[in-house]
């Protein structure tokens, strides 16, 4: 049963740092590509950051370049997003996903994705 479970989510201040987990289970993590997606209130979901079978990054949205970075460690079966500099604008629930592709691309569809986790809350704020 293939399952991806986000934690890490909390209420930070502005400038600080956070980093989220993504667990997954039920399929091999060293063979696919992960996404981390976000969803603030009112907005579509967006593509953040993407690790492909590689560990090579891809970064879908540019405002948090230089600022967020993706790893993995395939051997805990986790992937993880290490957001610094955070900005009140990174406030949203963030998901972790795959879409069972070893590779990233910014043409992937929200709905292509097979798998989500439950999503963890970011706030961003004073």
């Known amino acids: 049963q293939v399952q991806l479970v986000e934690s890490g989510g909390a209420l930070v201040q502005p400038g600080g740092s956070l980093t989220l987990s993504c667990s997954v289970s039920?399929?091999?993590?060293?063979?696919?590509?992960i996404t981390w997606l976000r969803q603030a209130p009112g907005k579509v979901r967006e593509g953040v950051l993407c690790?492909?079978?590689?560990?090579?990054?891809?970064y879908y949205a540019d405002s948090v370049k230089g600022r967020f970075t993706i790893s993995r460690d395939n051997a805990k079966k986790t992937v993880y997003l290490q957001m610094n500099s955070l900005k009140p604008e990174d406030t949203a629930v963030y998901y972790c996903?795959?879409?069972?592709?070893?590779?990233?691309?910014?043409?992937?569809?929200?709905?292509?994705?097979?798998?989500w986790g439950q999503g963890t809350q970011v706030t961003v704020s004073t």
């Open positions: 690790t492909d079978y590689s560990t090579y990054s891809t």
């Open positions: 039920g399929f091999s993590l060293e063979t696919y590509a």
């Open positions: 996903a795959v879409n069972f592709r070893n590779f990233c691309s910014a043409y992937v569809t929200i709905d292509e994705y097979s798998y």
